[in-house]
């Protein structure tokens, strides 16, 4: 049997670390927005903003529109915000400290990215709302165009694990990361993640240039359940790559669980820096970039750790 | 404990499959049809890995999230309703449909009490998964790699049909379909 915490302790665990991993988040994408335009940084207000608009969404009037699918407006940001629990879950701190470790792993955290497109598909459909109509549409086309290279750049990892389970990939990882194993594999990742979440340049589906996409009529808690949500799939995106692609728990010197919140927080870096420093890009590029490029190139991938393992 | 959480998830997913299944051709609308159909086989999925097959559940969900979203959006293209929330009726020829429905149903149900099913406990999910992996690519190979094939070149037939580079040019750009002899006049 492998290894699965108690119900009540994973949910308050895995609850916990999302919670502060959106908080964590939020202040380091302002902290990289300042360094970026060169601003003087307020280490008292940059900690206190996140709480302080949170706080103001949560005092705002919420909005509803006309004829809207009411049940599934209110249950878009839950599934959202479970399935990063759930794709946060299969993240193990260490070799024996894991919310749950499946033999199935790798394909349950699959499962969770593959519904994130029903839950934003969900948000922008039932307000009955043009714009919020077009964010879905448009994150439809991204999510199906980043689902094959998504599968078959975590696939390469499984390779050298022999083994489904996350735990087995990261304990395969000992002596060589899979950074170095599979150069092509975690700048495939990052790509993918940053659609996954539709941050920075793949911010599509919520984008300015559709008043806000999917939460333009959304306002107060929905609104901050819906990022919310939002940024726990990022920290989990980058939680995963750090277990998968850059050897988790192994490091020297500091014990497992640092190293794995030390690597998270570096993904994320380079994660969020992304928003400030690349452009949009169009939804029309990103389809052609990703069945042209990106899906040859995770195929090549899977081809080349298959045969070095030979 | 452990045996009554099971029996209540299972009980969970069972009853809330059959539900949302027979909510799809209550309501009254395409897309909630086609996220009825996806939460009644996220249940099945469940049921699957409470059974030890952990993997055929999971990839069922992971298959079905990308299907439903393709089904619902090619539906509402095709219907010409925009967004599919226009009220519409989701069943056809409602008598024959009552039967089909009700006879598939008393048929499929009556099988546990007709068929003698193995006495076999299930073996583990890794065991499981490992299993399945043998029997694609060691006794049944030829037929899925026959299938997998024949699946792929429909794909890309699929894929060319589609494309808006036709044989009279690109399907954006209003083109002319040529004369029947060569330095004819186009048509049109």
């Not at chain 1, 941050?199 to 984008?207: F, K, M, S, V, Y």
């Not at chain 1, 806000?212 to 009529?217: H, I």
């Given at each position: 049997m492998r290894d699965y915490a108690s119900p009540g302790v994973a949910i308050v665990a895995v609850g916990a670390i999302l919670v502060a991993g959106v908080y964590v988040l939020a202040v380091l994408d302002r902290l990289l927005g300042m360094i970026v335009a060169g601003t003087s940084i307020r280490l008292g207000a940059l900690l206190a903003e996140p709480v302080q608009s949170g706080a103001l969404l949560v005092l705002q009037e919420r909005r509803t529109t006309e004829r809207p699918d009411a049940a599934g407006w209110a249950l878009a940001p839950a599934l959202f915000g479970g399935l990063a629990a759930v794709a946060l879950a299969m993240?193990?701190?260490?070799r024996d400290i894991v919310a749950a470790d499946p033999a199935t792993g790798f394909v349950v955290f699959s499962a969770a990215i593959a519904m994130v497109m029903i839950a934003i598909y969900l948000h922008g459909w039932s307000p009955n709302s043009a714009f919020a109509l077009h964010g879905a549409y448009r994150y439809g086309a991204q999510a199906l165009s980043f689902q094959i290279p998504f599968l078959l750049a975590m696939l390469a990892t499984a390779l050298p694990a022999e083994s489904l389970s996350i735990v087995d990939i990261v304990d395969a990882?000992?002596?060589?990361w899979n950074v170095v194993r599979e150069p092509a594999g975690l700048p495939l990742y990052l790509v993918v993640g940053v659609a996954v979440s539709f941050?920075?340049?793949?911010?599509?589906?919520?984008?300015a240039d559709l008043a806000?996409?999917?939460?333009?009529?959304d306002s107060g808690l929905d609104r901050l359940l819906w990022k919310g949500a939002r940024a726990a799939m990022l920290v989990a995106v980058a939680a995963m790559g750090a277990a998968v692609f850059l050897g988790?728990?192994?490091?020297?010197?500091?014990?497992g669980p640092a190293w794995v919140v030390l690597k998270t927080v570096a993904l994320l870096v380079v994660l969020l820096a992304s928003g400030h420093l690349l452009a949009r890009v169009r939804i029309e590029q990103f389809v052609f970039v990703s069945w042209v490029l990106l899906i040859p190139l995770a195929l090549l991938n899977v081809f080349v750790s298959g045969a070095l393992l030979l | 404990m452990n045996g009554l959480i099971t029996d209540g998830v299972f009980w969970l997913f069972a009853v809330g499959s059959v539900v949302t299944a027979f909510r799809v051709f209550r309501t009254d609308s395409m897309m909630r049809a086609a996220f009825f159909l996806l939460a009644s086989f996220a249940g099945v999925g469940g049921i699957l890995a409470l059974l030890g097959a952990e993997f055929l559940g999971m990839v069922l969900i992971l298959m079905m999230a990308g299907e439903m979203l393709v089904m619902a959006i090619v539906m509402v293209m095709f219907m010409m309703?925009?967004?599919?929330l226009n009220p519409m009726?989701?069943?056809?020829q409602h008598r024959v449909a009552v039967v089909a429905g009700a006879g598939s149903f008393l048929a499929l149900a009556s099988l546990p009490f007709v068929v003698d099913l193995p006495d076999r406990p299930a073996p583990r999910p890794e065991e499981a998964t490992a299993e399945l992996g043998t029997e694609l690519l060691g006794g049944s190979m030829l037929v899925f790699q026959t299938a997998g094939v024949t699946l792929l070149s429909a794909m890309i037939g699929a894929v060319v049909i589609a494309h808006r580079n036709g044989r009279f040019g690109e399907?954006?750009?209003?083109s002319l379909e040529p004369a029947l002899e060569p330095p004819g006049e186009e048509k049109g």
């Open positions: 993240v193990p701190l260490d990882q000992k002596s060589v941050w920075g340049p793949l911010n599509l589906p919520d984008a806000g996409g999917t939460v333009v009529e988790g728990w192994w490091g020297p010197w500091l014990p | 309703n925009p967004a599919g009726w989701m069943v056809h399907a954006e750009q209003g």
